[in-house]
C-alpha cells in the first residue's frame, strides 16, 4: 500500500514538474486570448471543441492561424458560401487545413517551396497519403507565403507565437482547401485538359485517384494541335492523356524531382525530369507554372504535349517553347477544343469526388458581424453565421477550468519552489 502510494506520489510530482517548466509558456487558450487580431479565429475553434481539445494535448503542432482581416475576405473567396450555408463539414476540413503535425518555424522556410502535411485526412475532402499538403516558401524581403488550393496565397504576418504545444503563426488569408481536378483546371485556364479528360472517360480517374502528379499541357498546347485531338477517337485520346499521368505513393511536387528523376505514367512508360537554365523540363516540354495543388496531388503545367511514342526525347533549354512532337493540325486562336465536355456548373468548391457534392456562396463573415454555435461537443458541430453576441458559447476548455487548473498549477509550483 505505501510503495503505491509513493509511485502515485511520484507520478503527481512529474505532471507538476512538467507543468512548472511550461509555465513561462502561455497554454493555447492564453495565447489565442492575448492576440485580440485572432478573436475571430478563436471563437471559430472554440465552436469545434473535439479539434481545440485535441489541439490541447499536444506538444509539437503549427497553426496557420488566419487574422481577423483573414474573416473579411471570406465573402470574397471560394470559402464564403460554406460558411453561409453553414456547412459544418466543410469548415471542419478547413480548420484541419490550418493545423500542421510537427513545428514548422518561420526560419525552417527558405527560396525553395516545401510541402508540409497538415491534419486534414478526411477522404471527402482529400487523397494524399499522409495528410493534405499546403505549400510554404520564403521570398525576397523574408517574406513567407504559404499557398493552398486554387492557387491562394496566404502571407505571414505574426510568426513563431509559441504556446505549449507548439507554435502559432498568423496569416492573412484563409487557405483553402485543394479541389479535385475538374474543378481545379478552369482557375488556372486549363479549359481544355478539363473537357478532354471528360470526353476521354478519365476524370473520375483523375478526380479521385490516390497520389496523382499530372502534367497538364496548357490550352495553346491543345489548340496547335486541336483539329488532330478532336478527330481522335476517344480510347486514342485517353492513352495519350495517360502518358500525363504519374501514380505513386508519393506526390511528385517540383522540390521532389531533382534533375534526372523517373517518373513511371498510367500508360506504362517513363517520364525524364530535367533541370537546367534555371527551369524545369519534363521530356521535351518546359513546366510553366509548378506545383498546383488539387485534392489527391498536384499539377504542373507544361507548354507542350508529351509524346508517347517518343519517350527519350530530352529538353533544350535553349529554346523558349519546343516545336509540338506530334504533328498534328492546329485550330483558330479563339477556338479551345473540348471546353464544351466540361461540367456546365462547375462549382467553386467540391469534394474530392468525382461528383460536385458542395458549393461555396457569400456570407456575412469577416464583416465583423459573426459568430459561431456548436449543437454538439462531439465530432459534429455546426457553424452558425449570426451578429455577433455576447456570450456565444464555446466548446472546449471553459475559462473557469482554465483558470482553475492554472492556479492550482501555480499554487504546486510556488510549494514546490520551497521544498
Known amino acids: 500500500m505505501l510503495a503505491s502510494r509513493f509511485t502515485t506520489l511520484v507520478a503527481l510530482l512529474s505532471v507538476v514538474s512538467f507543468a512548472c517548466a511550461q509555465q513561462g509558456t502561455k497554454d493555447l487558450t492564453q495565447l489565442l486570448e492575448s492576440n485580440k487580431n485572432l478573436s475571430e479565429f478563436t471563437t471559430l475553434l472554440t465552436s469545434y471543441g473535439d479539434i481545440y481539445a485535441n489541439l490541447s494535448f499536444q506538444s509539437e503542432v503549427t497553426i496557420l492561424a488566419p487574422n481577423n482581416d483573414a474573416f473579411n475576405k471570406i465573402p470574397y473567396s471560394s470559402l464564403g458560401p460554406a460558411f453561409e450555408a453553414n456547412q459544418s463539414q466543410i469548415v471542419r476540413a478547413v480548420l484541419q ?47 513567407n507565403v504559404f499557398t493552398s488550393g486554387m492557387g491562394t496565397r496566404s502571407t505571414l504576418v505574426t510568426a513563431d507565437l509559441k504556446f505549449t504545444g507548439g507554435i502559432v503563426h498568423v496569416i492573412d488569408t484563409f487557405l483553402v482547401p485543394p479541389q479535385n481536378f475538374i474543378q481545379t483546371v478552369p482557375q488556372f485556364n486549363l479549359t481544355a485538359a478539363g473537357g478532354a479528360v471528360e470526353n476521354a472517360s478519365l476524370a473520375e480517374y483523375v478526380n479521385t485517384h490516390k497520389d496523382l502528379t499530372i502534367f497538364v499541357p496548357q490550352n495553346l498546347a491543345f489548340q496547335a494541335l486541336g483539329g488532330t485531338l478532336q478527330s481522335m ?157 455576447s456570450g456565444a458559447k464555446r466548446v472546449g476548455a471553459p475559462n473557469g477550468v482554465v483558470t482553475l487548473m492554472g492556479g492550482l498549477v501555480g499554487g504546486f509550483c510556488w510549494a514546490v519552489g520551497l521544498l
Not at 525552417?108 to 495528410?131: C, I, P, R
Not at 485517353?238 to 505514367?265: D, E, F, K, M
Open 97 to 143: 487545413y490550418h493545423i500542421l503535425p510537427g513545428l514548422h518555424p518561420s526560419g525552417s522556410y527558405n527560396g525553395t517551396f516545401s510541402f508540409d502535411k497538415t491534419w486534414l485526412q478526411n477522404t471527402s475532402y482529400t487523397n494524399v497519403t499522409g495528410g493534405q499538403a499546403v505549400g510554404g516558401v520564403q521570398q525576397a524581403g523574408d517574406v
Open 233 to 389: 477517337p476517344s480510347s486514342q485520346l485517353q492513352r495519350l492523356l495517360n502518358y500525363h499521368i504519374v501514380n505513386s505513393s508519393t506526390v511528385a511536387y517540383s522540390a521532389n524531382l531533382p534533375n534526372g528523376t523517373i517518373l513511371h505514367t498510367r500508360s506504362g512508360q517513363t517520364l525524364t525530369i530535367t533541370f537546367a537554365s534555371n527551369s524545369l523540363f519534363v521530356n521535351q516540354a518546359r513546366v510553366l507554372q509548378q506545383d498546383l495543388l488539387i485534392a489527391n496531388g498536384v499539377m504542373h503545367v507544361i507548354d507542350n504535349f508529351l509524346d508517347p511514342a517518343a519517350p527519350s526525347v530530352t529538353a533544350n533549354p535553349e529554346v523558349a517553347t519546343a516545336p509540338p512532337l506530334i504533328q498534328g493540325t492546329s485550330l483558330s486562336e479563339n477556338v479551345v477544343p473540348f471546353t464544351s465536355y466540361l461540367p456546365t456548373s462547375v462549382t467553386s468548391f467540391d469534394t474530392a469526388s468525382a461528383t460536385p457534392t458542395s458549393s461555396f456562396g457569400v456570407s456575412d463573415i469577416g464583416k465583423g458581424t459573426s459568430a459561431y454555435a456548436t449543437t454538439s461537443a462531439s465530432a459534429s458541430s455546426t457553424h452558425t453565421s449570426t451578429k455577433k453576441k
